[in-house]
């Protein structure tokens, strides 16, 4: 059977440029940036080349995800004793994420789905949003949130953050971070991320479905995407079982206990 990555599934979104492209062209408009724009229901004639970058921009930094599931910060199974790979791999993971963020957002405004900011808000509630700003953007100067500064009135809400570099490590699974008034969080990067990707694919899926009810006219081509969108959430790898660290470390328990 078939596995697939979120990937393909946001390339289904490609279909509508497609299929309006083709519809536009049988009409013979004389004015087809116009008649395109109007087809797809964008705002701008140009909306069509943003609609790209965002599915491009999804695509590209799921690589950088799906890298981060199987290496986290670093392969165990090199060595080349490289302490700053840890960091280069966790401000690339951190900035992917925000990236990928974005794009969701913007194919969501694009396509009229409905309160796209509130999409935002869930992200930014998310742990590792709070992660990315303590250590990927805003590391000395982060804004403290009310609930916690309401336990400590006396602090001010700007503040500045730095990495415990003693925890750190190849999997991610303790990033400790403490600011300048000893409050201190930790992370398990893999388990942040899972929470991300389980959110974002349920937005993304949610988009699509409103994109084929807004756009696609003929209920042929409906039943179609909504068949190619059934298959593709059906048989959607499971991003925890492509752990490469996980495996060489399950390898390595394997080859001591021969000696035990």
């Known amino acids: 059977m078939d596995t697939y990555y979120r990937n393909d599934i946001c390339n289904l979104l490609l279909w509508h440029l497609q299929r309006a492209g083709r519809e536009v062209e049988k009409e013979k408009s004389s004015k087809f940036e116009e008649s395109y724009k109007?087809?797809?229901?964008?705002?701008?004639?140009?909306?069509?080349?943003?609609?790209?970058?965002?599915?491009?921009?999804?695509?590209?930094?799921?690589?950088?995800?799906?890298?981060?599931?199987?290496?986290?910060?670093?392969?165990?199974n090199n060595k080349n004793r490289d302490f700053?790979?840890?960091?280069?791999?966790?401000?690339?993971?951190?900035?992917?994420?925000?990236?990928?963020?974005?794009?969701?957002?913007?194919?969501?405004?694009?396509?009229?789905?409905?309160?796209?900011?509130?999409?935002?808000?869930?992200?930014?509630?998310?742990?590792?949003?709070?992660?990315?700003?303590?250590?990927?953007?805003?590391?000395?100067?982060?804004?403290?949130d009310s609930e916690l500064l309401e336990d400590k009135k006396e602090i001010d809400k700007i503040t500045s953050f730095r990495i415990v570099q003693a925890y750190l490590n190849k999997s991610g699974n303790k990033i400790v971070v403490i600011d300048e008034n000893n409050i201190q969080f930790e992370f398990n990067l893999l388990e942040t991320l899972s929470e991300y990707k389980e959110i974002s694919t349920e937005y993304l899926i949610n988009i699509i479905n409103h994109?084929?009810?807004?756009?696609?006219?003929?209920?042929?081509?409906?039943?179609?995407?909504?068949?190619?969108?059934s298959e593709l959430t059906s048989n959607l790898i499971d991003y925890s079982e492509i752990n490469e660290n996980k495996k060489y470390g399950e390898k390595i328990k394997k080859r001591y206990k021969k000696y035990l």
């Open 38 to 76: 109007k087809r797809l229901k964008f705002q701008k004639t140009t909306d069509w080349k943003k609609f790209r970058a965002c599915i491009d921009l999804f695509e590209d930094t799921e690589y950088a995800i799906i890298s981060a599931f199987m290496f986290q910060l670093g392969d165990l």
């Open 84 to 144: 700053g790979e840890m960091n280069i791999r966790l401000y690339g993971i951190l900035n992917a994420f925000y990236l990928q963020i974005y794009s969701i957002i913007g194919l969501a405004t694009l396509l009229h789905y409905p309160n796209p900011k509130s999409i935002e808000k869930r992200f930014k509630d998310l742990p590792i949003y709070k992660l990315r700003g303590i250590a990927g953007s805003h590391t000395i100067n982060f804004q403290l």
């Open 211 to 229: 994109s084929i009810e807004s756009l696609v006219l003929k209920k042929a081509d409906r039943i179609e995407m909504n068949n190619r969108l």
